[in-house]
């Protein structure tokens, strides 16, 4: 029943590393999205795709890249992590029926930069 | 621009008690209006849905009306449960054909119902 898969739920990287955040969704979605979550502050958009190749910036893109080869998988890099990235980030996906505004996320991944 | 206010918690209730969270949005528009729940260790799921005015979008027990006059969307539960113990966010999107890019969250309120 899965839909939409991160594959680290926990990861601990030092400054200066670059980090690497995989998501898979198997609903053939067309669009996919990254957000971290912060307490006190919501949710907050990173980037989004809507189709292979292609890619967005939302609301906070500084300091992150994404990466979407496959229509499947869409990977959220950190080029130099800093401890001000230490954050949740949540990957989700929207289309097929339940329409292109309702989004099913993965179950997030827990980022801690030292 | 578009914000969602609503109380951030965490809000502690026993067991069967009535819940209500409230959110109250600022829009240029007319948008749709959601209500998303995070269990824990889980990532967000849609618990519930508004398209238009007086709408009232429900599901597990809980409901919200899409309230154009006060600009509000609050979600209520008659008989909460411990299961119910999650953090929930209320979020607009603006266009109602609209990708989710245009959707905005608010901060998220965490409930607590104690046995």
């Known amino acids: 029943d899965v839909k939409v898969t991160q594959s680290s739920r926990y990861l601990v990287k030092r400054t200066g590393e670059k980090v690497f955040l995989e998501c898979v969704q198997d609903?053939?979605?067309?669009?996919m999205f990254w957000y971290r979550q912060d307490p006190g502050l919501g949710l907050r958009l990173i980037y989004f795709?809507?189709?292979?190749?292609?890619?967005e910036k939302g609301d906070i893109p500084e300091g992150y890249s994404v990466s979407r080869e496959k229509k499947e998988r869409f990977s959220l890099i950190l080029e130099s992590a800093s401890t001000n990235q230490t954050s949740m980030y949540l990957c989700?996906?929207?289309?097929?029926?339940?329409?292109?505004?309702?989004?099913?996320f993965g179950a997030g991944s827990r980022l801690t930069v030292l | 621009g578009n914000s969602v206010t609503q109380m951030e918690g965490p809000v502690t209730l026993s067991e069967e008690a009535f819940l209500t969270i409230n959110c109250t949005y600022t829009?240029?528009?007319?948008?749709?209006l959601f209500w998303y729940v995070q269990y824990p260790g889980e990532g967000l799921q849609l618990l519930l849905k508004?398209?238009?005015?007086?709408d009232k979008g429900s599901n597990k027990g809980f409901e919200a009306t899409y309230r154009k006059e006060t600009t509000s969307f609050h979600l209520e539960k008659g008989s909460v449960q411990v299961s119910d113990s999650a953090v929930y966010f209320c979020?607009?999107?603006?266009?109602?054909?609209?990708?989710?890019?245009?959707?905005?969250f608010g901060k998220g309120t965490h409930l607590i119902i104690q046995p």
């Open positions: 609903m053939d979605h067309e669009n």
């Open positions: 829009a240029t528009g007319y948008p749709s």
């Open positions: 979020a607009l999107n603006l266009y109602s054909g609209g990708g989710a890019d245009g959707l905005t």
């Open positions: 989700a996906s929207t289309g097929g029926a339940a329409g292109a505004n309702v989004l099913t």
């Open positions: 508004a398209t238009k005015a007086d």
């Open positions: 795709s809507y189709d292979v190749k292609m890619k």
